[in-house]
T-cell receptor, first 115, second 112 residues
Framework: GAGVSQSPRYKVAKRGQDVALRCDPI?????LFWYQQALGQGPEFLTY????????KSGLPSDRFFAERPEGSVSTLKIQRTQQEDSAVYLC?????????????FGPGTRLTVT | QKEVEQNSGPLSVPEGAIASLNCTYS??????FFWYRQYSGKSPELIMF??SNGDKEDGRFTAQLNKASQYVSLLIRDSQPSDSATYLC????????????WGAGTKLIIKP
């Protein structure tokens, strides 16, 4: 069956450019998470959606980061005016559960390099 | 003190031996504990989850949870070279029923 997909897999942006990262969760999964993972570190929580509602955006590092999931399925993470410190792998995960901590399934990630 | 701590390794184990991976966490209220495996350049994949004190076995993997000591471990029996990866411990935190707090991972190397 189809897992979580993300696109693009790799993105190189010049400092100051805007980027948009897409996530297609597993069909029917109501919960969607975005994480940022730096080399040699565990994933860091960015934001959480339950269907189309963004219930938690406490992990977004700055107001340059914005995420949406307008129809409760596909999600987009947008980074405006990219900076070098934004270089990382951005992971999307989905989960079938509405409440309680259910297993999260990850996409392959988007590796963002800001030059 | 980090909220979820793991020894970064690398932990080197001979093929066929038992690999023991450890994780400690700071939030006494945590209820859900997960072990993920991450191969280099790949995304994390779920190995096991455990919610209750004690042991939980799944094939060659055993998760052990001790809430009193705030300690969770993963044992891998009959280690194979394909088990070589980074193992991430994740714990629900901050009183959340959805947010996971992640350790930095332990790199495991299985030597043939």
């Amino acid at each position: 069956g189809a897992g979580v997909s993300q696109s693009p897999r790799y993105k190189v942006a010049k400092r100051g450019q805007d980027v948009a990262l897409r996530c297609d969760p597993i069909s029917g999964h109501v919960s969607l998470f975005w994480y940022q993972q730096a080399l040699g570190q565990g994933p860091e929580f960015l934001t959480y959606f339950q269907n189309e509602a963004q219930l938690d955006k406490s992990g977004l590092p700055s107001d340059r980061f914005f995420a949406e999931r307008p129809e409760g399925s596909v999600s987009t993470l947008k980074i405006q005016r990219t900076q070098q410190e934004d270089s990382a792998v951005y992971l999307c995960a989905s989960s079938a559960g509405l409440a309680g901590v259910y297993e999260q399934y990850f996409g392959p990630g988007t590796r963002l390099t800001v030059t | 003190q980090k909220e979820v701590e793991q020894n970064s390794g690398p932990l080197s184990v001979p093929e066929g031996a038992i690999a023991s991976l450890n994780c400690t966490y700071s939030d006494r209220g945590s209820q859900s504990f997960f072990w993920y495996r991450q191969y280099s350049g790949k995304s994390p994949e779920l190995i096991m989850f455990i919610y209750s004190n004690g042991d939980k076995e799944d094939g060659r993997f055993t998760a052990q949870l001790n809430k009193a000591s705030q300690y969770v471990s993963l044992l891998i029996r009959d280690s194979q070279p394909s088990d070589s990866a980074t193992y991430l411990c994740a714990v629900n935190g901050k009183g959340s029923n959805y947010q996971l707090i992640w350790g930095a991972g332990t790199k495991l190397i299985i030597k043939p």
